[in-house]
């Protein structure tokens, strides 16, 4: 069975800190992405990834890096955590070529600021 | 990034009711388009999808359709139940990156 894992469910962070969120996949996916959800925004996309060391930004990158060291493995770094950061984090990966695009979702991490 | 444009944003039906969600995309590009369904607390999940080459796609009590011209594509659930209730996403595929529509919950009521 397909699995996206993201490292923590729920995350309590201080303003200024310096957070982690890890994403691993073990499908052998090219495709790694990093989805903020908040309501009434639906998700929104944040950094995407298609192959190790290769990043693109998506919508949102502002206060946010990523790192893929490692093809089954997607970071999100937030550099200096601010409140406007807290929300649902989500990771997703995806198969490489035309017929196979369907996104696999990790169970998130709600990530909360003081 | 690509915008996305997800209707209504809420939507309330009666059990055996259908429900339709729209969406209008602006990149004329792409050519593929999933539907992702997010139930309470769980991730969301691939329901359906639809490509350029194909008008309309029927799966069971749920169908997709797709409009180029118009930039719009929709997904039409019948003889609705209680377990369809769950927040709904469309999504524009642009080389590989999705980009998600703002969501739709739909409650069917008993």
């Known amino acids: 069975d397909v699995k996206v894992t993201q490292s923590s469910r729920y995350l309590v962070k201080r303003t200024g800190e310096k957070v982690f969120l890890e994403c691993v996949q073990d499908m052998d996916h090219e495709n790694m992405f990093w989805y903020r959800q908040d309501p009434g925004l639906g998700l929104r996309l944040i950094y995407f990834?298609?192959?190790?060391?290769?990043?693109e930004k998506g919508d949102i990158p502002e206060g946010y890096s990523v790192s893929r060291e490692k093809k089954e493995r997607f970071s999100l770094i937030l550099e200096s955590a601010s409140t406007n950061q807290t929300s649902m984090y989500l990771c997703?990966?995806?198969?490489?070529?035309?017929?196979?695009?369907?996104?696999?979702f990790g169970s998130g991490t709600q990530l909360s600021v003081l | 990034g690509e915008n996305v444009e997800q209707h209504p944003s809420t939507l309330s039906v009666q059990e055996g009711d259908s429900a339709v969600i729209k969406c209008t995309y602006s990149?004329?590009?792409?050519?593929?388009f999933p539907w992702y369904k997010q139930e309470l607390g769980k991730r969301p999940q691939l329901i359906i999808d639809s490509r350029s080459n194909v008008g309309e796609k029927k799966d069971q009590r749920i169908a997709v359709t797709l409009n180029k011209t118009a930039k719009h594509f929709s997904l039409h659930i019948t003889e609705t139940q209680p377990e369809d209730s769950a927040v709904y996403f469309c999504a524009e595929v642009d080389f590989n990156k999705f980009y998600f529509g703002s969501g739709t919950k739909l409650n069917v009521k008993p």
């Open positions: 997703a990966s995806s198969g490489p070529g035309q017929r196979d695009e369907k996104l696999f």
């Open positions: 990149d004329s590009a792409s050519n593929y």
């Open positions: 990834s298609y192959d190790v060391k290769m990043k």
